[in-house]
């Protein structure tokens, strides 16, 4: 039986699994498969002027001309949109570079939003404002999200700032709502046309605030919570059901505003504490979470603390827990939340954890140990599963054989990451150059070379593919005897895809 030959669903699902790169190669087969093909490939459009790292094909003008004039169906099956840098500045002196760069601009311009409205089906936009997009576009960009009819998600991000001109507090009815930006160009006025975004989405389930640089002068004051305690009173409580804080300087407080909105919180990514409500005494905001029997079965956290572990152990259900980077600075009170997780926190939810990463930088009891073996092999259900490796210490090789060993008791495996924990020598060092680059290189070198020498695999239990560090290795037929081994295969590569690319 040909590929053609196979019912229609079960192409769809094949042409689903397949990159980027093997799409483009697909549609140029027949007609049959650019059409399954080319609503994939052109689901997410990115709109960028910059060509210096990356060239959108076609073109950013031509796109905008195609998509103006109907002369592509790209916008019919457009789903996601991504504009940034819309707009930029050429350095040259040379007279023949600047007046290509004004042409441009006047396509652009003329171009743009005719372009825009063109894409009637988009449900997801990022848009990174900049202030050098001219205000006109600027204008035209809001005017179209709030008339685009399915528009549910929406990340906005300031690069350096936005015309004060500009009105936000008109969008309305989303799902999800991220905010990116610093303490500076979150000033009150442009605060108050988030909580307005937020208070015209009675369905919002996703609140993500992403804030860079210190919280210090006349926005010191502002915290996550402020997004809460702006809202009205008379506003019905939100369904949220995941928070992400990626604001260590712009912290999350636990308080009655924010309580209010998170009854049916069940994903928590937060970098930073999870702060205190200063008002109340006693209490953290984890036995908060507790006592309202707010159950989360997704936790991302940066600062992993004693309150953060015994709210854990409070219950069972959790389906993803990733701490990716543990601090390690403290090593004894790091070894003792190590081994409270792996004896109260872990057999609690063995049963339903699908996704867990254990990662610290430098080595503590946090760190793979063939003690818990047995513990982690009792998380069945486990797709995902990211840990750390100590490749200086006595017995080095046999623990990574038993990480090895230990990822073919998980049927349900999809990814196996293990990642390099530093001798903890090197604690209050810097990350850049040596001595971490020269540890980080030798230990790639070991394992380049232990890796081979596992004699257990199994090619029906183990992954065909394991990255260690950023180094892939994958199984293959060994040469000289029967069976299989792990062979280094190359870096692990990271591809961008455009559209048409």
Not at 216 to 233: A, D
Not at 315 to 322: D, E, K, N, T, V
């Amino acid at each position: 039986m040909s590929l053609l030959q196979l019912p229609l669903e079960i192409l769809h699902t094949i042409v689903a699994y397949q990159d980027c790169e093997r799409l483009k190669v697909l549609r140029q087969v027949c007609r049959i498969l650019n059409q399954l093909v080319e609503p994939l490939l052109s689901s997410a459009i990115t709109l960028t002027s910059i060509t210096a790292c990356y060239t959108p094909s076609p073109p950013f003008y031509e796109l905008l001309e195609a998509l103006a004039n109907g002369m592509t169906n790209i916008g019919s099956h457009a789903r996601s949109l991504s504009m940034m840098c819309l707009t930029r500045s050429l350095i040259s002196n040379n007279a023949n570079d600047k007046d290509h760069e004004r042409n441009n601009e006047d396509k652009m311009r003329k171009w743009f939003l005719l372009a825009l409205g063109s894409l009637k089906g988009v449900r997801c936009v990022s848009w990174v404002i900049d202030s050098s997009d001219p205000q006109g576009i600027q204008n035209g960009i809001i005017q179209w999200l709030i008339n685009l009819p399915m528009l549910e998600e929406l990340t906005l991000a300031w690069n350096s700032g936005i015309s004060g001109d500009i009105r936000l507090d008109h969008i309305s009815n989303l799902k999800k709502l991220h905010i990116e930006g610093t303490p500076q160009t979150l000033r009150d006025g442009l605060l108050q046309q988030v909580v307005s975004i937020i208070s015209n989405s009675p369905k919002l389930v996703s609140l993500a605030v992403t804030i860079g640089g210190y919280n210090t002068g006349e926005n010191k004051h502002l915290t996550f919570n402020s997004l809460f305690s702006m809202l009205p009173t008379s506003l019905p409580p939100l369904g949220l059901t995941e928070v992400i804080s990626v604001a260590p300087y712009f912290p999350l407080c636990l308080d009655d505003a924010a309580l209010r909105h998170l009854k049916g919180l069940k994903s928590l990514k937060l970098e930073g504490i999870l702060h205190k409500d200063k008002n109340e005494e006693g209490a953290s905001s984890w036995d908060k979470l507790r006592l309202h029997c707010i159950q989360l079965e997704e936790l991302e956290l940066t600062n992993v603390e004693d309150t953060a572990l015994g709210y854990l152990a409070s219950y069972s259900g959790l389906r993803a827990l990733r701490f990716p980077d543990i601090d390690g600075s403290q090593a004894t009170r790091v070894d003792q939340l190590a081994t409270m997780f792996y004896t109260k926190v872990l057999p609690k939810h063995v049963e339903t954890l699908e996704d867990l990463t254990l990662l610290s930088p430098f080595g503590s009891g946090w760190s793979f140990n063939a003690k818990y073996f047995d513990v982690l092999s009792q998380c069945k259900r486990l797709k995902t599963l990211h840990v750390a490796w100590e490749p200086d210490v006595a017995g080095a090789e046999d623990t990574l054989y038993s990480i090895l060993d230990l990822s073919k008791t998980f049927p349900r495996l999809q990814s196996l990451t293990i990642g390099f924990a530093y001798p903890r020598s090197l604690r209050g060092r810097s990350n850049h150059g040596d001595p971490w680059g020269k540890y980080r290189q030798s230990y790639q070198t070991k394992v380049k070379k232990i890796f081979p020498e596992y004699k257990r695999v199994d090619i029906a239990k183990n992954l065909y593919m394991v990255q260690v560090d950023d180094l892939e290795f994958k199984i293959r037929r060994c040469q000289d005897t029967e069976g299989y081994q792990y062979n280094y295969t190359a870096p692990m590569t990271w591809k961008r895809g455009f559209l048409g690319a």
